[in-house]
């Protein structure tokens, strides 16, 4: 299908740290599923929600529900394993995000090496790609891995943002303007290719502007900063103002290139 640059930049809203703060007490409260509900009033586009291995946020009953109880397309993430790709088959979400898995990790550090991990990941993008899912695949701004994730089958690539957002954290202006010239370019190759472009891993208010005004991005996926921020500013304001920051710097990229 062919797609059109500067198409409506979606937001998905990834409610794992609700879990992580319910899961702190154990029992029910805060509840992801209350935050997804939300997060659809707020003006989200999608509800994004990682089952990880060890199960040390989001939990399986969290996905059940997700899938029975919010409208908004699901975009569960995963790792390429048999366990995961049963569960995936058998709620077949909107999407399926596959990402690299470590236990001892905090959080997802870097992309997926699918040029590396070619033989493995192929049926998993397949299988999930036949049961219905968009196959997404988590990777680095990297053109050997972009062009890994087109040959591979898939119809969408996430870009890892990390390096960017930690670039802006440190103020520290050549790397800013390094990381987004890899990014950009990514961004232009995986399009041209015909993938699908999606980005995300650790955006802030600080941070989305220059991801959000490239026009081939389709969706951003942020989690942790917004669940964070909304302790002090409520989940409702704090959603709305990302999107209204990511719509502002995609209507000004607009006007630039057609003054
Ligand atoms: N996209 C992917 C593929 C991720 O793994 C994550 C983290 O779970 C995110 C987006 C969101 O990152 P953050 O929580 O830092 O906004």
Same mark, same amino acid.
């Given at each position: 299908m062919s797609q059109t640059a500067n198409a409506k930049l979606r937001l998905g809203v990834n409610i794992d740290h609700v879990a992580t703060i319910r899961n702190? =007490?154990?029992?029910?409260?805060?509840d992801p599923v209350k935050a997804a509900r939300l997060a659809a009033q707020a003006g989200a586009d999608g509800i994004t929600a990682h089952l990880r291995e060890d199960r040390r946020h989001i939990s399986d009953a969290d996905i059940d529900r997700l899938m029975t109880e919010i409208d908004l397309p699901l975009n569960l993430e995963m790792a390429a394993t048999e366990e995961m790709l049963a569960i995936a088959l058998r709620h077949k979400p909107h999407a399926c995000c596959l990402v690299p898995e470590k236990r /001892? /990790?905090?959080?997802?550090e870097g992309g997926l090496d699918v040029a590396g991990g070619f033989a493995h990941l192929k049926p998993y993008v397949t299988r999930l790609a036949e049961a219905g899912s968009r196959v997404s695949l988590f990777i680095d701004p990297e053109p050997d891995q972009a062009g890994a994730a087109q040959r591979i089958g898939a119809a969408v690539v996430e870009f890892h943002t990390g390096a960017w957002c930690e670039a802006v954290i440190e103020a520290n202006a050549p790397l800013m303007d390094k990381e987004l010239a890899r990014m950009q370019d990514a961004v232009m190759l995986a399009f041209d290719l015909g993938l699908e472009v999606h980005a995300g891993h650790g955006l802030t208010f600080d941070s989305v502007a220059p991801i959000a005004a490239m026009?081939?991005? =389709?969706e951003l996926n942020i989690g942790h900063f917004l669940i964070g921020e909304a302790i002090f500013g409520g989940l409702d304001s704090t959603i709305r103002r990302m999107r209204s920051l990511m719509e502002r710097a995609r209507s000004q990229a607009l006007g630039r290139q057609s003054a």
């Amino acid at each position: 299908m062919s797609q059109t640059a500067n198409a409506k930049l979606r937001l998905g809203v990834n409610i794992d740290h609700v879990a992580t703060i319910r899961n702190a =007490r154990g029992g029910m409260h805060p509840d992801p599923v209350k935050a997804a509900r939300l997060a659809a009033q707020a003006g989200a586009d999608g509800i994004t929600a990682h089952l990880r291995e060890d199960r040390r946020h989001i939990s399986d009953a969290d996905i059940d529900r997700l899938m029975t109880e919010i409208d908004l397309p699901l975009n569960l993430e995963m790792a390429a394993t048999e366990e995961m790709l049963a569960i995936a088959l058998r709620h077949k979400p909107h999407a399926c995000c596959l990402v690299p898995e470590k236990r /001892e /990790e905090v959080t997802t550090e870097g992309g997926l090496d699918v040029a590396g991990g070619f033989a493995h990941l192929k049926p998993y993008v397949t299988r999930l790609a036949e049961a219905g899912s968009r196959v997404s695949l988590f990777i680095d701004p990297e053109p050997d891995q972009a062009g890994a994730a087109q040959r591979i089958g898939a119809a969408v690539v996430e870009f890892h943002t990390g390096a960017w957002c930690e670039a802006v954290i440190e103020a520290n202006a050549p790397l800013m303007d390094k990381e987004l010239a890899r990014m950009q370019d990514a961004v232009m190759l995986a399009f041209d290719l015909g993938l699908e472009v999606h980005a995300g891993h650790g955006l802030t208010f600080d941070s989305v502007a220059p991801i959000a005004a490239m026009a081939q991005v =389709r969706e951003l996926n942020i989690g942790h900063f917004l669940i964070g921020e909304a302790i002090f500013g409520g989940l409702d304001s704090t959603i709305r103002r990302m999107r209204s920051l990511m719509e502002r710097a995609r209507s000004q990229a607009l006007g630039r290139q057609s003054a």
